[in-house]
């Protein structure tokens, strides 16, 4: 059997490394990587195969940056090319970026099956362009490997077939585990930038609904800044090229006691997560992390397609006003981590191998 795996971006190549390692190991299937090069930034991208210790893909499209659309659409037609040639008997795609659209797109068209690695989840809020993606792929999935109930429901509600659905867990659970073990045996960024386990917090902006509008973003770092001042510990704040091209583009004040890095490797920031007093983001990945990891959570956002973490206490949802920031920090920050952790034991890679073997001839 012959497996696909599409990816493209950050988050997609750390969810997706348990099932290239498992891949990896199997006699019983051959596999590729295709990667679409959506990040257009070395840190952010393709320094993470040579960290995580993964094989190097065998197809980059280096489609970069661009319109929704354009994105879409030059990753489509290189997509299809390339299945053609390779004819894999199921394409796997994990999460809901442009490429995990363009790739199910391409694979349902040429009669490919296609497996969604992390489906069902949802915001309910359409005006995210994940959420559209996120749908979209739902519906034109033959297997759905949900980390949740939550996201079982979810489908269902929608009219999938139960027979397409399998509760696998999440594979941030094995990521995070195995990943923290390479991190550990390589390299101390504590000690590099002279911090302290709880002694700092860290945060991540990203989101185009965020970013992109000067007063949500305003909102954001005046929010740290609060934070700062009450608590009068650093944040440390890995910056996203978009997240930065729009600071200087809004000539927005850079708030006190918050410390701009340039993007490190996510070894360096699953150290950073791992030993933070608190962590603030509007990232759905790190939202999962630190509930792995036990780390209180502020999300920066007016909703979440990871309810299950507000459902066990580890994250609170806080927008982007400063004041809200600031009391929700207040609320988190002392927090119990004792937490159950909702997404698995950390098995999911095998267990969808297991079903892919099972199911697709």
Request: with cysteine; net charge positive; glycine share 6%.
């Amino acid at each position: 059997m012959k497996i696909a795996i599409i990816l493209g971006t950050r988050p997609e190549i750390i969810k997706m490394s348990p099932i290239i390692r498992i891949c990896s190991k199997s006699s019983k299937v051959t596999y590729f990587i295709l990667h679409t090069g959506q990040h257009y930034s070395y840190n952010l991208d393709e320094i993470f195969f040579q960290e995580l210790e993964l094989p190097k893909p065998s197809y980059n499209l280096r489609i970069g940056s661009g319109t929704h659309a354009e994105q879409v659409g030059r990753m489509m037609i290189n997509i299809e090319k390339i299945l053609i040639n390779e004819q894999p008997d199921i394409v796997l795609v994990e999460g809901d970026t442009n490429t995990v659209l363009a790739g199910a797109l391409s694979s349902c068209k040429l009669h490919i099956k296609v497996g969604h690695v992390e489906a069902g989840l949802r915001s309910h809020d359409r005006k995210m362009p994940e959420e559209i993606n996120r749908i979209l792929t739902d519906h034109c999935s033959d297997l759905l490997f949900v980390p949740t109930k939550e996201a079982k429901k979810n489908l269902l509600k929608e009219g999938i077939e139960k027979k397409k659905i399998f509760l696998t867990g999440n594979t941030i659970v094995d990521a995070v585990y195995q990943n923290l073990k390479i991190a550990n045996k390589k390299m101390n960024i504590l000690k590099k930038m002279n911090l302290k386990k709880n002694g700092y917090f860290l945060a991540t902006a990203h989101r185009e609904e965020n970013v992109d509008f000067k007063e949500r973003l305003s909102g954001i770092l005046k929010g740290l800044e609060l934070v700062y001042k009450k608590y009068n510990l650093p944040v440390i704040f890995p910056i996203h090229p978009r997240t930065k091209q729009n600071i200087e583009k809004f000539n927005l004040n850079l708030p006190r006691g918050v410390n701009f890095i340039e993007p490190v490797s996510f070894l360096e920031f699953l150290q950073l997560e791992a030993n933070a007093k608190l962590v603030l983001t509007d990232s759905g990945g790190v939202q999962e992390e630190t509930c792995v990891l036990k780390r209180p959570c502020v999300t920066l956002r007016e909703n979440t397609e990871r309810p299950e973490t507000l459902k066990v206490g580890s994250n609170i949802l806080a927008g982007t006003d400063p004041k809200r920031i600031a009391r929700s920090v207040d609320l988190m920050i002392n927090k119990k981590t004792d937490w159950k952790n909702p997404f698995g034991k950390g098995d999911a890679a095998r267990k969808i191998l297991q079903i892919i073997e099972k199911c697709v001839a």
